[in-house]
């Protein structure tokens, strides 16, 4: 899983921080293992010095997590009074999920990847303020020059470790990356794909002037929304499930 945050500056940097909780929590509630692979931090900001995130990459194991996690892909929109303002002004922000799945050996071997097309980056593990994980350049940043997709992975210790990690990445993205462009050759026949885009929101989290959750897919709402946000997401993952 792939967290961005996206328009709303600060605010979606925070936002972004809560959703990695969210699904964090909801995981747990699953019983699915995760860990955070890559984690690019913003600016503090606010009274409390709060530490947004730019980017992450979660990993997630357990039985059908694919399944129960894969239509989560798409922009969550956050309306709250911002922490960050001084005259707590109502502020929206939005994060962009992408769900992934790990490929497989056979899939792998489908796609080849060229040593040449492939540029290695390595650089120090830094946490929130510049806090060295790791005092060697350990983490791995990959990028495919055909495509310019870029993946990165900090979780481990050895720099080999994180360069697995980067490269399953990277395959599940040039995999995505394969299906969705047979998909749009069968878009005629088919109708339209929907895209992951900016526009694209799927859910909204309304904390101010009221609280709900709503799927604007399902039409599924809920004015709990701090035990949504505690990861309590069932209702709404089986509702587009079905």
């Not at 747990?28 to 955070?36: C, I, P, S």
Request: hydrophobic content about 35%; overall charge positive.
């Amino acid at each position: 899983m792939e967290i961005f945050s996206g328009a709303g500056g600060i605010d979606a940097q925070d936002w972004a921080t809560i959703l990695i909780r969210m699904f964090q929590r909801y995981c747990e509630r699953k019983g699915f293992q995760t860990k955070v692979i890559h984690q690019s931090f913003g600016e503090a900001g606010g009274p409390e010095g709060r530490i947004g995130t730019k980017s992450a990459t979660l990993e997630i194991k357990g039985n059908y997590a694919y399944g129960f996690l894969k239509k989560e892909t798409g922009v969550h929109r956050l309306v709250r009074q911002s922490p960050f303002s001084a005259k707590k002004l109502r502020h929206t922000s939005f994060a962009l999920i992408e769900v992934l799945p790990e490929i497989g050996k056979k899939e792998q071997g489908e796609i080849k990847i060229k040593d040449e097309d492939l540029k290695l980056d390595t650089f120090r593990s830094s946490g929130p303020g510049g806090q060295y994980v790791n005092k060697r350049e350990s983490a791995v940043r990959l990028t495919h020059i055909p495509t310019g997709i870029t993946v990165s992975s900090q979780s481990e210790r050895l720099q080999g470790l994180n360069r697995d990690k980067a490269m399953k990445v990277l395959f599940a993205k040039l995999y995505q990356l394969r299906e969705a462009e047979k998909k749009e050759e069968l878009k005629e026949i088919k109708g339209g794909i929907t895209s992951a885009s900016w526009g694209n929101q799927i859910r909204s989290y309304v904390l101010h002037p009221y609280k709900l959750v709503k799927d604007l897919r399902t039409g599924v709402e809920n004015s709990n929304v701090e035990d949504i946000l505690d990861g309590n997401l069932d209702e709404f993952i089986e509702a587009e499930l079905k």
